[in-house]
């Protein structure tokens, strides 16, 4: 279906379109730059600030209920639509599976990454270390209790034993995971998967700043894990290869996985040990919202592949370009 949409596009008037939120700005302000047409679909109490910025062709506001019908608008004005974690946690896996507008990268990830256990899993099939998963009755260390979906980190809470996990899992009401609680640091790794160039590039890195894990709390309130900015980050040099390795490996899991390759930017999210191992407890299959940490000056990572810095927004962009100059539009979208 998809395929019969691209043969009706005029690639000359080709838009890019995404939800108004998350990495909104970075993705519309690099397409602009680009020379694409540029379209946010906002909720109605937030169009009025994306309004105020010129890069930003449309603001159109919209019922995410029924995207369907976004989606066939979307359609008509030859826009490629870029996925972020607001797109899943508003619009939801399934109408962004059924959704009839080409879509950045694998949309089929999207189903998976609203679903704790199948991202474990695909994990797994990659080969790269992940926390274990319990049952509450097998619980006999520390954990973290995860809600399902794009919630960054919000309902997220700690159990020290399980008497305490058993008490504070009568209050959740949605699905979760109950996975071994990792000690180290955390680091979260940003990728693109390039079928322009075949290669899985490295591109960034950043670390989450969480209201009562990083506020000034001092131990007054129970930890909590909601997300309200990124903090960037340089990894030491001798850890590379590996996180390299791992993305790479992930890649190869999406193929075999779900028969398509991979394309377009994604995340591991991992904690580094005081051994300097490293476990994945999390991936996210489309742009995350670290990458706003570089954006408009580039990522550290970026001039390894290019003569200038980009940021995500900016790749993305980029690749779109070379898939519209070469008819291969397909190869970029799902």
């Known amino acids: 279906m998809i395929e019969t949409v691209i043969k009706s596009y005029d690639l000359d008037r080709l838009a890019v379109a995404t939800i108004a939120s998350h990495t909104a700005l970075q993705i519309l302000r690099a397409a602009k730059r680009r020379g694409f047409k540029t379209l946010a679909v906002a909720r109605p109490s937030s169009a009025w600030f994306y309004k105020r910025f010129q890069f930003i062709d449309e603001v159109w506001e919209a019922d995410f209920s029924n995207f369907r019908l976004v989606a066939e608008k979307l359609a008509e004005n030859n826009a490629v639509l870029i996925p972020h974690g607001s797109y899943v946690e508003y619009v939801g896996w399934r109408q962004a599976l059924e959704a009839p507008v080409p879509t950045f990268g694998v949309r089929r990830l999207i189903e998976v990454e609203a679903d704790q256990y199948k991202k474990m899993d695909l994990l797994r099939r990659a080969g790269i270390p992940i926390p274990r998963s319990y049952a509450p009755e097998e619980v006999d260390r520390p954990v973290i209790v995860k809600l399902f979906g794009a919630k ?3 309902g997220y809470f700690l159990a020290r034993n399980r008497e305490e996990l058993v008490q504070r899992l009568r209050e959740v009401k949605e699905p979760y995971i109950i996975q071994e609680y990792v000690f180290g640091v955390p680091a979260y790794y940003h990728f693109f998967a390039s079928p322009m160039y075949v290669r899985v590039e490295l591109f960034g890195m950043d670390v989450r700043y969480e209201t009562n894990v990083d506020g000034r709390t001092f131990g007054l309130v129970e930890p909590t894990f909601v997300v309200v900015a990124n903090l ?4 030491r040099e001798s850890l590379l290869p590996t996180v390299q390795k791992y993305g790479e490996a992930f890649a190869d899991a ?8 991979m394309k377009g930017p994604y995340s591991l999210e991992s904690i580094i040990r005081d051994d300097l191992s490293i476990v994945v407890f999390e991936f996210s299959g489309r742009i995350v919202a670290g990458t706003n940490v570089y954006m408009g000056v580039g990522s550290q990572y970026s001039v390894l592949y290019f003569d200038e810095p980009m940021d995500m927004g900016e790749r993305i962009a980029h690749e779109l370009q070379l898939a519209r100059e070469r008819g291969r539009l397909e190869d970029v979208v799902s």
């Open 232 to 235: 960037p980050l340089v990894l």
């Open 254 to 261: 999406v193929r075999e996985a779900l028969g398509e390759e």
């Open 152 to 154: 960054g980190g919000r």
